[in-house]
């Protein structure tokens, strides 16, 4: 007759292990307090610039002051056509609004920029991110000057009128999440 010895010390190794682990006096309740999620609207001035990957992505500017008055909003454009700081650039950051001449209306929840060019093209990336950087951009300016502060981004809609060709209206959504 054969004998066969079993292994046991890995087992009771484990055993052990867990036994330990157990005994550390930390009595688990079933409930994580972390606090209020996050909610409410970002504060400040947002800009939309484009990255290396061809993405609008959007930097605090909360110094810098807007109304609903058209001359702050065309404030923006100029802001826009400064470009990135420094940093920003360095990190992949640039703008492409150049220099042109610009009218702005403004309604209800509403921006009308006539960008006296011809239509810009939406099957053309560089074309379709400089709306969304015109769009994101004065959209968000205009719902900061909602006094009321309820005013969402996406709660203005923004219409770019070139001098020919169609005049689409726009929310800053339909430029964000694809690349």
């Given at each position: 007759?054969?004998?066969?010895?079993?292994?046991?010390r890995?087992?009771?190794t484990?055993?052990?292990?867990?036994?330990?682990?157990?005994?550390?006096?930390?009595?688990p309740?079933?409930?994580?307090?972390?606090?209020?999620?996050?909610g409410?609207?970002?504060?400040?001035?947002?800009?939309?610039?484009?990255?290396?990957?061809?993405?609008?992505?959007?930097?605090?500017?909360?110094?810098?002051p807007?109304?609903?008055?058209?001359?702050?909003?065309?404030?923006?454009l100029?802001?826009?056509?400064?470009g990135?700081t420094?940093?920003?650039?360095?990190?992949?950051?640039t703008?492409?609004?150049e220099?042109?001449?610009?009218?702005?209306?403004?309604?209800?929840?509403t921006?009308?920029?006539d960008?006296?060019?011809?239509?810009l093209?939406p099957?053309?990336?560089?074309?379709?991110?400089?709306t969304?950087q015109l769009?994101c951009?004065?959209?968000r300016?205009r719902?900061?000057?909602?006094?009321?502060?309820t005013?969402?981004?996406?709660?203005?809609?923004?219409?770019?009128?070139?001098w020919?060709?169609?005049?689409?209206?726009?929310?800053c959504?339909?430029?964000?999440?694809?690349?």
């Amino acid at each position: 007759m054969t004998r066969t010895r079993r292994r046991t010390r890995p087992a009771w190794t484990a055993l052990l292990a867990a036994a330990t682990l157990s005994a550390c006096g930390v009595q688990p309740t079933g409930v994580l307090d972390g606090g209020d999620p996050a909610g409410g609207l970002t504060k400040g001035l947002r800009l939309y610039f484009v990255s290396q990957s061809g993405r609008l992505e959007a930097v605090s500017r909360p110094d810098i002051p807007v109304s609903a008055d058209p001359d702050d909003l065309l404030g923006v454009l100029k802001y826009l056509m400064s470009g990135p700081t420094p940093a920003e650039r360095a990190s992949g950051l640039t703008t492409l609004l150049e220099s042109g001449t610009f009218e702005l209306s403004t309604g209800d929840r509403t921006v009308t920029l006539d960008i006296g060019a011809p239509a810009l093209d939406p099957a053309s990336l560089r074309d379709r991110n400089l709306t969304g950087q015109l769009v994101c951009s004065l959209a968000r300016a205009r719902a900061m000057a909602d006094p009321s502060g309820t005013t969402r981004t996406d709660d203005i809609r923004v219409t770019i009128r070139p001098w020919s060709g169609p005049a689409p209206t726009h929310i800053c959504s339909d430029f964000l999440g694809r690349g």
